[in-house]
């Protein structure tokens, strides 16, 4: 029994002696304590140091931290950001107090193997920071522009006769949520000194369309062109202006092409002039006016393809160059026409300008029935005749100015027919479309001395009768009345009173 009872005490001594060791940091900080030999908060040596001092230096360290701008490396594109601006923030500030337990924390077995520890190799506490994520995320969306590089893909040129193989460029495209996981997990972590460069996350775009893929194209699928040669000479270079910026154009398998956002912006800066556009129901000067027309003819060029329509827009009135129902409208953000390639193969644009037509031409690889014919048919279903609206004016009686000629409003449908071996097989509504009536616009003047004239214009102008105003303006103008009161004299009639000569 004795035996057992000091072994129990024994026990109860180590128990107390390592609680009592445990105890006894807060005895030796508050005692003025320093800090072993070997000890370093991030990169400065505390060796020595007190609490108080030791403190002071982590905080010096974490300031240096917080101001020392960080540049944000994609790829060889960097952005600076300063710690402030994505919500740094210092969480370990009890970092000296870890210092200076080391060597005296836990029982006498771990305070010895710490100290002697420190005699073979030194100890280096890290400064642990929290990132505001969502102020990162706002960050790196707000630049990612400047990060990003775009790749430019594979493509080819066409001389007419042949297509040259054009390689293109590898682009770069910033990860934001990986590349906030990497600088969050970073500052976790804990760092030692500031950080000035971190290399954000990227991923590598590859440029579309290999060699074998671009070969595929080869076969005309379809053509189409209109003409413009009754234009003014701003509306003849943006026609120009346009099919060139469409010209050359390869769309991929399952890919949306916009005629809007590939001739934008339609500026003057972007090669574009002024000149006749349709704008609710009138004809206005607009930078751009006729780029219509391109869009119109690369339509009918889709549609005989067979490539699928994904958006198209009839114009608010009806258009000579193309048959009814066979528009495309480009009008702002609001009206654009957009196709898909709906085949297995690349497709190539071909658009071009010659003696004032526009032309477009569609390569891929043809993998219809050689003995199948697609036409369309347009067909009027009914049509509105506006009345004309006549605006008095303070002009003199005679003056009539014809503003804008007449749009007849027409509904219309347009037909696809599909003939094998010239037997029709199909005929189908393609689509539908309306265009408004817009009537023409007259300014007739109604000034002049004569009480019966003014009277005699406006029963004119009531009648809603342009022949019978024209007739009124005509005959009850000054000059005609003038004529009237004072016939020109008879042949040998004196012209004139010579009583007054000297």
């Known amino acids: 029994m004795s035996k057992k009872v000091k072994i129990i005490l024994g026990i109860m001594t180590l128990a107390v002696a390592i609680l009592a060791g445990n105890r006894v940091v807060g005895t030796h900080a508050a005692s003025g304590a320093t800090i072993y030999e070997g000890v370093f908060i991030g990169k400065t040596d505390v060796s020595g140091m007190t609490l108080l001092e030791a403190e002071d230096a982590a905080k010096a360290i974490a300031d240096t931290i917080l101001t020392t701008p960080i540049t944000l490396n994609c790829e060889g594109k960097t952005v600076e950001v300063m710690p402030e601006v994505i919500g740094l923030t210092w969480l370990n500030k009890d970092v000296a107090d870890e210092a200076i337990e080391l060597g005296r924390c836990g029982n006498l077995i771990k305070r010895y193997k710490d100290q002697k520890d420190?005699?073979?190799?030194?100890?280096?506490?890290?400064?642990?920071?929290?990132?505001?994520e969502e102020l990162l995320r706002t960050f790196l969306t707000e630049k990612e522009k400047k990060f990003n590089v775009e790749a430019?893909?594979?493509?080819?040129?066409?001389?007419?006769?042949?297509?040259?193989?054009?390689?293109?460029?590898?682009?770069?495209?910033?990860?934001?949520?990986?590349?906030i996981g990497e600088i969050t997990g970073?500052?976790?972590?804990?760092?030692?000194?500031?950080?000035?460069?971190?290399?954000?996350?990227?991923?590598?775009d590859e440029p579309r369309g290999t060699r074998e893929e671009l070969s595929r194209i080869k076969d005309v699928l379809a053509s189409f062109h209109t003409d413009y040669s009754s234009s003014a000479a701003g509306r003849c270079a943006n026609v120009a202006n346009a099919t060139s910026l469409i010209n050359g154009t390869v769309v991929y398998p399952g890919e949306v092409f916009s005629v809007h956002d590939t001739i934008s912006p339609i500026t003057i800066e972007n090669g574009y002039e002024m000149a006749?556009?349709?704008?609710?129901g009138t004809v206005v000067e607009a930078v751009g006016g006729g780029v219509c027309q391109v869009s119109s003819t690369l339509y009918n060029t889709v549609i005989r393809a067979e490539l699928e329509v994904v958006e198209r827009s009839p114009h608010s009135m009806i258009v000579t160059y193309v048959q009814p129902s066979q528009d495309a409208a480009i009008a702002g953000d609001y009206k654009d026409f957009k196709f898909r390639n709906n085949s297995d193969a690349p497709i190539y644009i071909q658009g071009y300008t010659r003696n004032k037509q526009c032309y477009f031409v569609i390569y891929g690889e043809e993998t219809r029935d050689p003995n199948r014919k697609v036409t369309f048919e347009s067909e009027i279903e009914s049509e509105e005749h506006?009345?004309?609206?006549?605006?008095?004016?303070?002009?003199?009686?005679?003056?009539?100015?014809?503003?804008?000629?007449?749009?007849?409003?027409?509904?219309?449908?347009?037909?696809?027919?599909?003939?094998?071996?010239?037997?029709?097989?199909?005929?189908?509504?393609?689509?539908?479309?309306?265009?408004?009536?817009?009537?023409?616009i007259y300014e007739?003047?109604?000034?002049s001395d004569y009480p019966e004239a003014i009277k005699a214009i406006k029963e004119a102008i009531a009648s809603g009768d342009i022949e019978k105003i024209k007739a009124a303006a005509g005959y009850w103008s000054d000059e005609a009345i003038k004529k009237r009161q004072n016939p020109d004299p008879e042949p040998g009639d004196d012209e004139g009173d010579d009583d007054d000569e000297e």
Do not use: M, W
């Not at 420190?118 to 505001?132: Q, R």
């Not at 970073?186 to 590598?204: N, R």
């Not at 007739?444 to 000034?447: N, P, S, V, Y």
């Open 152 to 179: 430019i893909d594979n493509g080819l040129t066409f001389d007419g006769s042949n297509f040259t193989f054009v390689e293109g460029q590898a682009g770069v495209a910033l990860v934001i949520e990986d590349s």
């Open 186 to 204: 970073l500052y976790e972590e804990g760092i030692l000194e500031p950080v000035t460069e971190i290399k954000l996350v990227s991923e590598i």
């Open 386 to 440: 506006p009345d004309p609206v006549f605006n008095t004016v303070n002009e003199p009686i005679g003056y009539v100015n014809k503003v804008q000629g007449v749009h007849t409003g027409y509904k219309c449908v347009l037909y696809k027919v599909v003939t094998i071996n010239g037997k029709q097989i199909s005929r189908e509504v393609f689509n539908r479309s309306k265009y408004k009536p817009s009537a023409a």
């Open 276 to 280: 006749g556009a349709y704008e609710n």
């Open 444 to 447: 007739i003047g109604i000034k």
């Open 118 to 132: 420190l005699k073979e190799s030194s100890v280096e506490f890290k400064l642990i920071f929290a990132v505001d």
